[in-house]
């Protein structure tokens, strides 16, 4: 009966021990390693820049109900300075325009404009609000006038230093040669390239 009882618990202890004590090898995994993110650099439109440009637009001479128009090419030059404050880019720019009109004769087109305009990186749309001089001598009629100029643009940044560009503007000016009601209104769409220093 000893016998049995010792065999009995040898039996016990044996099987107990196989129970609890099969561990499974350990395998062991390479460590992963983090692909690296491509930070892009963030766009800075702060500078001053100049360049030329070239269009087309229409002009409306209107008086009473009235009106006659013409259509001409431009072309001149610009510069100007613009700030980025992170997303709001804010500048002013000064540019001339020599206007060839379609039919005969020419004119002379200055204006000086601010502009805002929205940081997307290496796009640029903006709005300009200021004042345009126009002024022309053709068949001894003399024209010198100041009115309004308005638009929209974009540009986009092809390098760091030079970008290309479009824009429209509307040009507004009343009371032409003190004529009250004789205005002049021009609409121009212009392409653009700029080196930014």
């Known amino acids: ?9 040898t039996a016990l202890s044996a099987g107990t021990a196989f129970a609890g004590g ?3 090898p350990v395998v062991e995994t390479q460590p992963v390693v983090a692909e690296p993110v491509a930070t892009v650099a963030p766009s800075d439109w702060s500078g001053f820049y100049a360049g030329l440009q070239y269009g087309q637009g ?7 109900g009235d009106s006659a128009d013409e259509d ?5 030059v610009h510069g100007g300075y613009q700030r980025d404050f992170g997303r709001f880019v804010l500048g002013g720019e000064l540019d001339y325009n020599r206007l060839d009109l379609d039919q005969g004769g020419d004119g002379d087109l200055v204006r000086l404009r601010g502009r805002a305009g929205y940081d997307l990186g290496r796009f640029l749309p903006y709005a300009s609000l200021g004042a345009a001089h126009i002024s022309s001598d053709n068949d001894g009629a003399d024209l010198s006038e100041t009115g309004l100029v308005y638009g929209l643009g974009m540009n986009f940044k092809v390098s760091e230093r030079f970008t290309v560009g479009a824009e429209y503007t509307r040009h507004d000016f009343n009371d032409v040669d003190d004529v009250d009601g004789l205005d002049l209104e021009a609409d121009m769409v212009q392409i653009r390239g700029s080196i930014r220093f």
């Not at 229409?58 to 009473?64: A, N, Y």
């Not at 001409?72 to 001149?76: E, I, P, R």
């Open 1 to 9: 009966m000893k016998i049995t009882i010792a065999a009995l618990a």
């Open 22 to 24: 099969y561990v499974a």
């Open 72 to 76: 001409f090419d431009a072309y001149g």
């Open 58 to 64: 229409d002009v409306e001479l209107s008086l009473d």
